[in-house]
């Protein structure tokens, strides 16, 4: 017998085929299954006027494993509150999310795409774990399903900027986003969706590919010349600011089409006149940017300090004096470990540091 399949990642026209080659009868009820998953999560095929064993039959053939919410923590702020929920998959390993108030009642969930991460970022918690594994499209997608329905909270838009590299694993986050995108389920517009990446040229590309043209691309830059970016994102030695200029440049989904292009600011570190210019350089072939400007969140080894606002403010002013438009971020959840390059278990770096020993 095959495994079950895991209905929350999964397309409508997909569960309605496999329901309709796994199951002897009973699949046509595979619309309503559908909804139940999307729309409450909630899986009963009981309640679905079946008899009994094609019920089972549905049971035995499909599922929706949730994971279980391990802790919450939350922080109040001026736009509302930032919470973080940690969230135990199937296999023991945790992950988190992020829920970020973007204030008038709107709320941005920050989700995680692996466990851990293999880019090495230097100011990032999540770094220090290495990666453990990729998510499938099914444990991406309950992130959101656990976020409304098992946590009640308000989630309008989604960025995939929690744990990992969203395009180091971009089969299960293309997946992820048809489930979430499916006008028979979420209906979640592709508009409201953003992916993060560090700067994966090769992700970049794939994602031309997939004909996403209204999903947003947002890129953590942090430094505009090579030497300062090698050292806080070994990425940059792959893939440097040449090549990944020329890749966002080419990255043309839409006619109204902005980058954003996040740079964290790290006192001494990133934050002289001469970047600013650097990162005016590095944007001037892309049609149109976004720049966010995000404080540095020390973590439990921080490389540096936070800027303080006159510092952010500053370099700030060199941006727009560059012409670039810019954006501050409020830092969010800076003491619960929910902000930017806060996110790590560091459970899961000791699990993973035991198992290492004992195998
Ligand atoms: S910042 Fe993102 S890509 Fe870099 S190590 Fe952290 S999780 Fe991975």
């Known amino acids: 017998m095959s495994s079950p399949l895991a209905i929350h990642g999964l397309t409508w026209a997909e569960l309605n085929r496999e329901a309709r080659e796994r199951l002897p009868k009973g699949f046509g009820r595979a619309r309503e299954v559908y909804k139940q998953v999307t729309e409450e999560?909630?899986?009963?095929?009981?309640?679905?006027?079946?008899?009994?064993?094609?019920?089972?039959a549905w049971r035995e053939e499909f599922v929706l494993d949730l994971p279980e919410?391990?802790?919450?923590?939350?922080?109040?702020?001026?736009?509302?509150?930032t919470a973080k929920a940690v969230l135990k998959l199937h296999d023991g390993w945790e992950v988190e999310c992020v829920l970020i108030p973007m204030g008038r009642g709107?709320?941005?969930l920050c989700v995680s795409s692996q466990v851990g991460c293999k880019m090495g970022c230097t100011f990032c918690e999540t770094a220090k774990m290495g990666l453990i594994r990729h998510l499938s499209a099914a444990e991406i997608v309950a992130q959101i399903l656990v976020a409304r329905h098992v946590l009640g909270w308000s989630v309008r838009n989604v960025v995939?900027?929690?744990?990992?590299?969203?395009?180091d694993n971009a089969d299960s986050l293309f997946q992820a986003i048809r489930v979430l995108n499916d006008p028979a389920g979420m209906a979640m517009g592709q508009e409201r969706m953003t992916i993060?990446?560090?700067g994966r040229?090769?992700?970049?590309?794939?994602?031309?590919?997939?004909?996403?043209?209204?999903?947003?691309?947002?890129?953590?830059?942090?430094?505009?010349?090579?030497?300062?970016?090698?050292?806080?994102?070994?990425?940059?030695?792959?893939?440097?600011?040449e090549e990944l200029q020329a890749a966002l440049a080419a990255y043309r989904p839409r006619r109204n089409f902005t980058?954003?292009?996040?740079?964290?600011?790290?006192?001494?570190?990133?934050?002289?006149?001469?970047?600013?210019?650097?990162?005016?350089?590095?944007?001037?072939?892309?049609?149109?940017v976004l720049v966010n400007v995000i404080p540095y969140n020390p973590g439990s080894d921080p490389l540096t300090r936070a800027p303080s606002d006159d510092e952010i403010d500053t370099f700030i002013g060199w941006l727009r004096d560059e012409g670039l438009p810019v954006r501050k971020r409020v830092t969010k959840g800076r003491s619960v470990m929910a902000a930017c390059g806060q996110l790590g278990n560091p459970e899961a770096r000791e699990k993973r540091r035991r198992l290492r020993v004992t195998r």
């Open 259 to 288: 980058l954003g292009v996040n740079y964290c600011l790290m006192p001494e570190l990133n934050d002289s006149r001469e970047a600013a210019a650097a990162i005016a350089a590095f944007c001037a072939p892309i049609e149109r």
């Open 160 to 167: 995939f900027m929690g744990m990992g590299e969203a395009l």
């Open 196 to 198: 993060c990446t560090v």
């Open 69 to 81: 919410v391990v802790r919450t923590i939350s922080e109040e702020g001026e736009t509302g509150t």
């Open 201 to 241: 040229v090769d992700g970049i590309a794939r994602l031309a590919d997939e004909g996403l043209k209204r999903i947003n691309l947002s890129v953590s830059l942090n430094a505009a010349d090579d030497p300062t970016r090698d050292r806080l994102m070994p990425v940059n030695r792959k893939y440097d600011l």
């Open 106 to 108: 709107r709320s941005t």
């Open 41 to 56: 999560a909630r899986y009963a095929p009981e309640e679905l006027n079946l008899a009994d064993r094609w019920a089972a």
